[in-house]
């Protein structure tokens, strides 16, 4: 396959993820959108790294999918402790930093 196949691939998941970002008011679809979106960047990078039979892309993959990791684990415990708070995770009725 042709790297702008993979490019191709990488593209809709990102648009995918940005579409489920600014449509969406569930507070954990809105972080699975943003994993799409990290997916999507990953497929790039992996595609690159191949074509040009360079290693780095595929490293820099593995810390985005520790970052990843951790912003999950630091989200969810976000929300739960949102949710604990008031039973919702609806972004349009979370409104804990208003005055």
């Given at each position: 396959m042709e790297?702008?196949?993979?490019l191709l691939v990488?593209?809709?998941?990102?648009?995918?993820?940005v579409a489920g970002i600014l449509t969406r008011k569930n507070l954990i679809v809105v972080l699975m959108s943003l994993?799409?979106?990290?997916n999507g960047i990953n497929v790039s990078f992996v595609a690159f790294s191949s074509f040009l039979n360079n290693i780095?892309?595929?490293v820099f993959v593995f810390f985005i999918?520790?970052?990843?990791?951790a912003e999950v684990a630091v989200g969810l415990a976000i929300?739960?402790?949102?949710?604990r708070h008031k039973p919702t995770v609806n972004l349009d009725e979370i409104n804990l930093l208003k005055w």
């Open positions: 790297l702008n196949a993979y990488g593209l809709l998941l990102f648009i995918i993820g994993e799409l979106m990290l780095d892309g595929q999918m520790a970052v990843a990791a929300v739960i402790a949102i949710f």
